[in-house]
Structure formats: C-alpha cells, structure tokens
C-alpha cells in the first residue's frame, strides 16, 4: 500500500489485497485532522492508536453470538449456562458459543470424530491382505 504508515504495513501484507482495499477505505472515511492526528500519535510511538484498537478488539471478542453452534436456540448473553470455545490456528481463530453443557460436549465430540475421519489409516487390516 503506497504512502501506508511503516507501522501498519506488516498488517497489510499479512491479509494481502482484500485487508489493502478495506484499510484504504476506512482511511479514506477518516476526516483530514483526524488523519494528521493519528500520523503523529504514529511518529511519536503509537500509543492512543494502540490503546484505542485494543479496547475495540476486547469489545469485540467479549461479543457473544446470538445462536447456539449446536442446536441454533438463542443465547440469553447474560447466562451463566453459556459457553463460548475459541478453537483453531493462532492466525485463524474461530469462536463458537453454546447454550448449555450438552451442546458443547456434543460439538467437541463431533469435532474429535472429524480429525479420526480425516486422519490417513496408518494400520492395515491383516484380513485385507
């Protein structure tokens, strides 16, 4: 991305075109000063910036979803029957919350039979010889 800050340029490339196209979008949203703002709190460390995109990251991830991954039922977010599992590589987190016990088990269960399925059979069966 030309003319990006130095500081968000590992972001960019991490997501490739689709991140350079949003970013150039929300920047272009930005109001001048409030650019020229963000290009010194940049210059002098990036403190506001980081502190304000790590309370929003919180926000976000504190958000629960609104269906159970199992059975579709409504989640009450105020619940404290509720579970929410994030699961998956460090750079492709998925989040998924359940409205009781039973459903999580029942997704966990699901999720061990997946990899058994997926996994290549290391032993041959001596009958099939």
Known sequence: MVGAPQALLPYIHERGEMMDKRLRDVIDAID???LLRMKKDLESGGHHLKQFLGEEIKKRQMMHQVL???CGTDIDPYSTSTSTL???PDDFKKK???CGKDCLEYF???MEG???ASSPKTQIDSSQV
């Open 108 to 110: 966990i269960k699901n």
């Open 86 to 88: 994030m699961f998956g």
């Open 32 to 34: 001048y000063y409030e």
């Open 114 to 116: 997946m990899k058994k």
């Open 68 to 70: 159970c991954s199992v």
């Open 96 to 98: 998924a919350t359940f």
